[in-house]
């Protein structure tokens, strides 16, 4: 979950990775409506708002060059 002021700037320049977070730096998604939700409620109150989004990944993932 993201404010509506973040959500909206996502919208225009997509996902940015923050600098900091509960787990680190990063982007983080879940399949988890309500987890994403709360966050959203408790960091933002009635402006929390939850971003859907469809994550897609090439394969393979890791390149050990």
Do not use: C, H
């Amino acid at each position: 979950g993201t404010s509506m002021e973040f959500a909206t700037k996502i919208e225009v320049g997509g996902f940015k990775p923050s600098t900091d977070g509960r787990l680190g730096p990063g982007v983080y998604f879940t399949t988890i409506f309500d987890e994403a939700k709360n966050i959203a409620q408790y960091k933002y109150g009635k402006e929390g708002v939850v971003i859907e989004s469809r994550v897609m990944r090439n394969i393979p993932i890791f390149d050990p060059k």
